[in-house]
């Protein structure tokens, strides 16, 4: 059975800081591609930074510059350092897995987590 179970979000302040973590069981997670979405209240699922299964990454526009994503393979986590956080960052923030290709479309990725929320305010 495939779970993949985040963890770390919270209440911030503007500029501050969260690390956010998932942990995958029931999958090869070495091969497996890797992503971040986000949910906001009223919006679609929106896609924030993936790191594929030989290390490369790729971020939205909207956070370059202030998250940083990476991966353990040994202890099968992904994990998404977030800085600067701002309130439009307030979301719920979902990791998802796919072993077939290099994507930033969320029909690519097969395996979701329940998500953890993010909120950003003063």
């Known amino acids: 059975q495939v779970q993949l179970v985040e963890s770390g979000g919270g209440l911030v302040q503007p500029g501050g800081s969260l690390r956010l973590s998932c942990a995958a069981s029931?999958?090869?997670?070495?091969?497996?591609?890797m992503a971040w979405y986000r949910q906001a209240p009223g919006k679609q699922r929106e896609f924030v930074a993936r790191v594929n299964a030989g290390g490369g990454t790729d971020y939205a526009d909207s956070v370059k510059g202030r998250f940083t994503i990476s991966r353990d393979n040994a202890l099968k986590t992904v994990t998404l350092q977030m800085n600067s956080l701002k309130p439009e960052d307030t979301a719920v923030y979902y990791c998802?897995?796919?072993?077939?290709?290099?994507?930033?479309?969320?029909?690519?990725?097969?395996?979701w987590g329940q998500g953890t929320q993010v909120t950003v305010s003063s």
């Open positions: 998802a897995a796919n072993p077939r290709r290099t994507s930033q479309n969320q029909r690519d990725y097969d395996y």
């Open positions: 029931g999958i090869i997670f070495s091969i497996n591609n």
